[in-house]
């Protein structure tokens, strides 16, 4: 997971430093209630400082969407955000990521033989994951 936010935000905001990061609005995934803890704790840096303030979402797309109009700083997965940032309506301003230790299953029932298209979409989810 990697911070993101639109180029207007991050030319309005100084991040150069541990406390101007933190005086950015953060953008919170209600699912990933601790991911910008972990971020700070991974960076070595004082989480307390934020103290969670920030709104929150319930799905990534939703923290892409605010991030991308400008409402802060948000921490997704650079799998979900490839476009943003080929566009330029994302920029990550540091490159510091979190290694996720939570994951995501591919999965279907032994009795069931996956068919072409099952395989075809197994694959491309490996090749995108990876």
Same mark, same amino acid.
């Given at each position: 997971?990697?911070?993101?936010?639109?180029?207007?935000?991050?030319?309005?905001? *100084?991040?150069?430093?541990? !406390?101007?990061?933190?005086?950015?609005?953060? /953008? #919170?995934?209600?699912?990933? $209630?601790? =991911?910008?803890?972990?971020?700070?704790?991974?960076?070595?840096? *004082?989480?307390?400082?934020? !103290?969670?303030?920030?709104?929150?979402?319930? /799905? #990534?797309?939703?923290?892409? $969407?605010? =991030?991308?109009?400008?409402?802060?700083?948000?921490?997704?997965?650079?799998?979900?955000?490839?476009?943003?940032?080929?566009?330029?309506?994302?920029?990550?301003?540091?490159?510091?990521?979190? =290694?996720?230790?939570?994951?995501?299953?591919?999965?279907?029932?032994?009795?069931?033989?996956?068919?072409?298209?099952?395989?075809?979409?197994?694959?491309?989810?490996?090749?995108?994951?990876?």
């Amino acid at each position: 997971m990697v911070p993101v936010c639109s180029p207007a935000y991050l030319e309005a905001h *100084d991040v150069s430093s541990e !406390a101007g990061f933190a005086q950015c609005r953060h /953008l #919170h995934l209600s699912t990933r $209630a601790n =991911a910008w803890r972990e971020w700070y704790t991974a960076q070595g840096w *004082d989480y307390t400082v934020v !103290a969670s303030r920030g709104p929150r979402y319930e /799905l #990534h797309t939703m923290v892409v $969407a605010a =991030a991308v109009a400008g409402l802060g700083m948000g921490l997704v997965p650079r799998l979900l955000i490839g476009t943003e940032l080929e566009t330029g309506q994302l920029v990550v301003p540091v490159e510091r990521s979190l =290694a996720v230790t939570q994951g995501y299953y591919f999965a279907y029932p032994e009795r069931i033989r996956p068919s072409d298209a099952l395989g075809a979409f197994e694959r491309w989810m490996l090749s995108v994951a990876r």
